[in-house]
């Protein structure tokens, strides 16, 4: 019998162990689409040699980091709403090339705002529309500019002139969101027709350091590069460690989706908002350690005095999926899916969406988020109640047995069949399932990998504090205060179970709150906090039904 609680314990172990490596399962396991040729409407993805040839060409002018978007010329535009702080708008190419999340910290030291999009040396990350004119991107230096702010609005506009067209492109910045409209407007002044096409793009130059990955490390599996979104697809991921691999840019045509550069709790991405076009959206590496997300239109022919429209959303802020959803609310049949996929749960999504919901709805009222972690493991101690208790009267009945299997032991020492055939018989007399006491663990591996998920994902729990030394729910316990006494709860569990003959298996039971100690030490205390509540409520259930059932027993064989 103690045998299976070891075996039912390592597999516990090991499953966590798994669970700290999800994020990386579909790059281990799941094969990637094929790449191959496809026509406008393609169905696959792209991948073509001359693609990186010609993107390499095109990027000859729009590579940010052969730019200067703050000379003399190009000064930036500096505004500052609600939700932005130092939101630079370059006159080169119209780049937002600086944006700062004012209600985002650094980190708990650095109170600084959290930087977003940049125009640093070695870590730019910048969102800018580029306009191809007969297939050539154009470097534009807008001359005109005017910037006019109504009520909670702020509308900057930009105008140029460029190989006979007038460009005009207006920026629309709501002061309470992180989505920016981009309008653009290009006439053909010229008696010659001419072809216009859009690129919206997000250039991030990657520091080496951040394809690093540690197992001690749990903010090192999250996902980090480029998200798209298509017709065919309504979400799939390309890591810069694939992007950086290809040899060939990534890109697929639709007609409504988006493209993301995506980072721990944080995202930018273009969302095109023009019904019935058809676009691309495509991600590659463009030099090293930096990459591209973008999408862009099919070109237009312009006759004399004819004109084009372009309209995008830039949203850059914290990943919050009804902030990503409130952006596109309007856009009707043309809606993009796929943006709460951008809060990654991982392949339990269903059950973290689920818990999330949960924890939001108990921190409006209780505005704590571990005190909404502790309650939402008393309801879920609550809803698998039942099974705990057929388990622990389980559990009970093995302990009062425990004399009777000790002696069969001794009796059946030299020979384990008969021994196991005797015991099968004393289970069969007591109406006892060996393996019911394992249940309850088994059920809560999901729940445990499923939170794991919501705790590492939801920038709602990023520097959330809980109390005295735990201010950052997100980040494991700086004095391993909690592991520690999780360890605690978990030899006190062990002390009620029943206990094994075996000297070898106690030993091994007796390391496993050692094992859980350590590996749990490095895990958010989040997570800590569930693990330990969850391991008090059940030694108060394990105890409580373990004295009833003992009493009851006892009577019984008065």
Not at 266 to 292: C, D, I, M, R
Not at 518 to 537: H, K, Q
Request: aromatic share 10%.
């Amino acid at each position: 019998m103690k045998s299976n609680y070891i075996r039912i314990f390592l597999i516990a172990l090991i499953v966590v162990i798994f669970m700290s490596l999800t994020a990386r399962w579909e790059e281990m396991f799941v094969p990637k689409p094929a790449k191959t040729e496809s026509g406008a409407q393609s169905t696959q993805l792209v991948q073509q040699e001359n693609n990186a040839q010609n993107k390499a060409v095109d990027t000859v002018i729009t590579d940010v980091t052969k730019q200067d978007f703050s000379n003399a010329d190009a000064k930036p535009i500096s505004l500052n709403t609600s939700v932005f702080a130092n939101l630079e708008i370059s006159l080169l190419n119209g780049a937002i090339i600086n944006a700062e999340l004012k209600d985002y910290d650094v980190s708990l030291t650095d109170k600084q705002p959290m930087p977003m999009l940049n125009n640093n040396a070695g870590t730019r990350y910048i969102a800018q529309s580029v306009i191809y004119i007969n297939d050539q991107p154009q470097s534009i230096l807008f001359t005109e500019q005017s910037v006019v702010k109504k009520d909670s609005e702020t509308a900057v506009t930009l105008a140029a002139k460029v190989q006979g067209l007038e460009v005009i492109r207006q920026y629309h910045i709501n002061d309470l969101t992180y989505a920016i409209t981009v309008k653009q407007s290009v006439k053909n002044t010229t008696n010659t027709p001419i072809s216009v096409s859009f690129d919206n793009e997000i250039t991030r130059q990657v520091p080496p350091e951040t394809h690093s990955f540690s197992i001690l490390d749990a903010h090192s599996y999250s996902f980090q590069g480029v998200g798209l979104s298509s017709n065919q697809r309504t979400f799939q991921k390309e890591s810069f460690a694939d992007l950086a691999k290809s040899t060939a840019a990534v890109n697929v045509s639709t007609s409504k989706g988006w493209a993301a550069m995506i980072q721990h709790y944080f995202v930018s991405l273009w969302v095109p908002s023009n019904p019935g076009t058809s676009f691309s959206v495509y991600a590659n590496k463009l030099a090293e350690h930096t990459y591209q997300s973008g999408v862009k239109t099919q070109a237009v022919v312009l006759s004399e005095n004819q004109s084009v429209e372009n309209v995008n959303i830039l949203y850059t802020g914290p990943t919050i999926t009804k902030n990503l959803e409130a952006m596109v609310k309007d856009f009707g049949a043309n809606k993009p899916e796929g943006l709460d996929k951008l809060v990654d749960y991982g392949m339990l999504s269903f059950i973290s969406v689920i818990i999330f919901w949960l924890m939001t709805l108990i921190h409006s009222v209780v505005a704590n988020w571990g005190l909404a972690i502790i309650l939402v493991t008393v309801l879920i101690k609550v809803l698998f109640y039942p099974l705990s208790a057929k388990s622990y009267k389980s559990m009970a009945k093995m302990r009062m047995l425990q004399p009777r299997m000790k002696k069969l032991q001794e009796l059946y020492k030299g020979d384990r069949q008969k021994l196991g055939r005797k015991m099968m018989e004393m289970y069969k007399e007591e109406k006892v399932n060996p393996a019911s006491g394992c249940l309850p663990i088994l059920v809560q591996i999901p729940v445990f990998i499923a939170l794991y998920w919501v705790l590492l994902e939801s920038v709602q729990l990023r520097q959330a504090p809980f109390v005295f030394w735990i201010n950052d729910l997100a980040s494991k316990d700086p004095y391993f205060i909690l592991p520690i006494l999780m360890g605690i709860s978990m030899f006190v569990q062990q002390k009620l179970s029943p206990t094994s003959a075996d000297p070898t298996q106690a030993k091994i039971m007796m390391l496993m709150p050692v094992i859980f100690t350590v590996f749990f030490a490095s895990f958010p205390s989040g997570l800590v906090l569930y693990w330990l509540t969850n391991n008090v409520i059940s030694i108060a259930q394990q105890w409580y039904i373990t004295r009833k059932y003992t009493a009851i027993y006892k009577a019984k064989r008065a």
